[in-house]
């Protein structure tokens, strides 16, 4: 069972104080677009015709916290988009037992991030807190995602009419949890952080950055970090309207 199967408010002490809030701030992958269920979909579509010794499924068990291992590192500016494209799936194939050829990597790693943004499930309940927020807060995304990818992402899934603010990290120059992509955005959006609520599902990432700069947050915490007391952390993206 999935962590958001479970609507539960884990950490409730913290109320937000919605009548300051003009402007929302979203996190995209693991938040709103089902990063994993879209991967999945993905390698079960690229590697049959491989005849790889195990299934997709087994594939994507082993890839997704060697994927989110290699992110962190990308946010902290160890490693290069190259890197974080080509390492993830090597370091997967020897997981597994199976190393690869650098060609055939590359090749693997091509046709994933052509296909990954054509893959359109979303965490259950996005569209409805989406519509219900749009009629009260303008709606923003900040994301450490790659520019042309997540533009994909969210028209393909059909919620990029949502947005008026986009910030990629790649655009911005900048990744979370760095408070410069957050002011960054907060000035597109000409609002403050006395005026802005950052919604995501990494501590480090979008949490911590944005109570920093000093603006309210929500934590979904979509795939079980560790429970803390810093602001309110949901499992269920509906448990959220309750609050907004």
Not at 100 to 115: M, T
Request: aromatic share 12%.
């Amino acid at each position: 069972m999935k962590p958001y199967d479970r609507c539960l408010f884990l950490i409730f002490k913290h109320m937000i104080k919605k009548d300051k809030i003009t402007d929302i701030f979203f996190d995209l992958d693991h938040t709103l677009w089902d990063f994993e269920t879209n991967s999945a979909a993905t390698f079960e579509n690229i590697l049959p015709p491989y005849n790889f010794p195990f299934s997709p499924q087994v594939f994507m068990t082993v890839y997704a916290p060697i994927n989110h291992a290699y992110w962190k590192l990308y946010r902290e500016n160890t490693i290069t988009t190259e890197e974080l494209r080509f390492v993830r799936l090597q370091k997967t194939f020897e997981s597994v037992g199976y190393p690869q050829a650098n060609e055939v990597i590359l090749r693997i790693s091509d046709a994933y991030i052509d296909q990954l943004s054509t893959h359109t499930h979303l965490f259950p309940g996005t569209l409805s807190l989406l519509e219900k927020l749009q009629k009260q807060y303008r709606l923003h995304i900040i994301t450490n995602g790659f520019e042309q990818v997540q533009q994909k992402k969210m028209e393909n899934s059909g919620i990029a009419g949502f947005f008026d603010v986009v910030l990629t990290a790649e655009k911005a120059g900048i990744k979370k949890p760095d408070s410069a992509i957050f002011k960054q955005a907060l000035s597109l959006a000409a609002s403050t952080p006395q005026k802005a609520l950052m919604i995501g599902d990494s501590y480090e990432a979008d949490i911590a950055g944005a109570l920093t700069l000093g603006m309210q947050a929500i934590h979904f915490n979509s795939h079980e970090e560790p429970l803390h007391e810093h602001c309110l952390v949901v499992n269920c993206l509906g448990v959220i309207e309750e609050y907004l």
